[in-house]
């Protein structure tokens, strides 16, 4: 039994040095914690010395959430600068789907697709000195100038802009606003949101730090227990 108890906690510290995240049983129930940091790798792999998350590693985790019985919820925590924005669509959709409590918790910074994985949970939070950039889609390397790649751009801003409306309490109408204001970032368009901004604008339900987002997380967890089953 010993050496069982040994496996499970080397399995579990090497989860938390390798991927940043952790099953935690508390007194409460048992959740997973899910960190998304550094920038969404994509089809293509980043350089070595970039932080990432690997949406290839965090696909199959989801599924896993969802499908084992002794995992009660799941908490996000969101410190990521964008990156990938299929790849983040990616998760964010998974997040979503998932019938469990989620409860998502911007530390530090949930920028460009961070903002649909941050709204992607039951319910989202941010910290007070957190904040979150808002701007329309961007290109790198070569780009072919045609209409076509342009109506691509569009395609792609109204997936996000669509995501983010139906998970969120902003209008599409404000949300674009915000993407393309240019009166803020010097070299860019967009607004970049403080953490109170980010809730008075509809995006992010409350400011609140870890203990909030946690008893939020049990609070969804025993609302679903007390409803009727058929």
């Avoid at 010993?2 to 995240?21: A, F, L, Q």
């Avoid at 994509?42 to 499908?67: A, D, F, M, R, S």
């Avoid at 996000?160 to 949300?175: A, G, M, T, W, Y």
């Avoid at 008893?215 to 609302?223: G, H, P, V």
């Amino acid at each position: 039994m010993s050496d069982e108890k040994n496996v499970n906690k080397e399995e579990k510290n090497e989860n938390v040095h390798d991927y940043g995240m952790a099953l935690i049983n508390g007194s409460r129930g048992k959740f997973f914690c899910l960190t998304i940091i550094g920038q969404i790798e994509g089809h293509n792999v980043l350089p070595p010395e970039n932080k990432t998350t690997k949406y290839e590693h965090l696909l199959p985790l989801l599924v896993n959430i969802q499908e084992d019985d002794s995992i009660d919820g799941v908490i996000i925590m969101l410190n990521t600068m964008g990156g990938d924005v299929e790849a983040g669509l990616a998760i964010a959709e998974m997040i979503s789907g998932i019938k469990k409590p989620t409860v998502s918790l911007v530390i530090g910074g949930g920028h460009s697709i961070g903002i649909p994985l941050a709204v992607s949970s039951k319910y989202s939070f941010i910290t007070p000195t957190a904040t979150m950039t808002l701007h329309p889609v961007r290109l790198s390397g070569t780009v072919i100038s045609s209409p076509q790649t342009f109506c691509m751009l569009e395609k792609m801003q109204d997936r996000i802009n669509e995501f983010i409306v139906r998970n969120s309490k902003i209008s599409n109408d404000r949300l674009k606003e915000l993407m393309m204001n240019t009166k803020m970032i010097a070299t860019d368009v967009g607004t970049i949101l403080s953490g109170d901004e980010a809730v008075k604008e509809g995006i992010i339900d409350s400011v609140g730090t870890i203990c909030d987002a946690i008893n939020k997380l049990y609070e969804i967890k025993n609302a679903d227990n007390q409803k009727p089953t058929e």
